[in-house]
C-alpha cells in the first residue's frame, strides 16, 4: 500500500524556518515528480512546490518563491520543503504529494497525497 508521510510541522515565529520531510513507502515514488501542497483554515487547498525526477527541475508558487527550497533524495524514498522567512499567512496544513506526471500535480490533481501536517507560524 503507497503511503506518503509528512513530518516537521510545529510553531514557529514569525521570521523563523521549519524543514519538512515527506517518506515515501509501499512503492517506489523516485520516479515520480513529488510536491507539497497546503490548506489554511477555510481556504481551498494550493500548490506550493514540486520537483521533478528526470533533472530535479522545481516548481513554486508565486507566494513562496525565494523562501522554500523544496528537494528529493531518491535513495531515501523522501522529499524536503525547507521553509524559511516564515510568515504568519503560510499558517496551513502542509501536504506532502506524488504524482507521475508534472501536469496532475500542477493542476491539484496528484495520484497520492499524504495525510498532512500542521504549521502555524505566530506573529
Known amino acids: 500500500q503507497e503511503q506518503l508521510v509528512e513530518s516537521g510541522g510545529g510553531l514557529v515565529q514569525a521570521g523563523g524556518s521549519l524543514r519538512l520531510s515527506c517518506a515515501a513507502s509501499?512503492?517506489?515514488?523516485?520516479?515520480?515528480?513529488m510536491g507539497w501542497f497546503r490548506q489554511a483554515l477555510g481556504k481551498e487547498r494550493e500548490f506550493v512546490a514540486a520537483?521533478?525526477?528526470?533533472?530535479?527541475?522545481?516548481f513554486y508558487a508565486d507566494s513562496v518563491k525565494g523562501r522554500f527550497a523544496i528537494s528529493r533524495d531518491n535513495a531515501k524514498n523522501t522529499v524536503y520543503l525547507e521553509m524559511n522567512s516564515l510568515k504568519p499567512e503560510d499558517t496551513a496544513v502542509y501536504y506532502c504529494?506524488?504524482?507521475?506526471?508534472?501536469?496532475?500535480?500542477?493542476?491539484?490533481?496528484?495520484?497520492?497525497w499524504g495525510q498532512g501536517t500542521q504549521v502555524t507560524v505566530s506573529s
Open positions: 520537483i521533478t525526477y528526470v533533472g530535479g527541475i522545481t
Open positions: 509501499g512503492r517506489t515514488f523516485s520516479s515520480y515528480v
Open positions: 504529494a506524488a504524482s507521475q506526471f508534472l501536469a496532475p500535480m500542477r493542476t491539484n490533481r496528484p495520484e497520492y
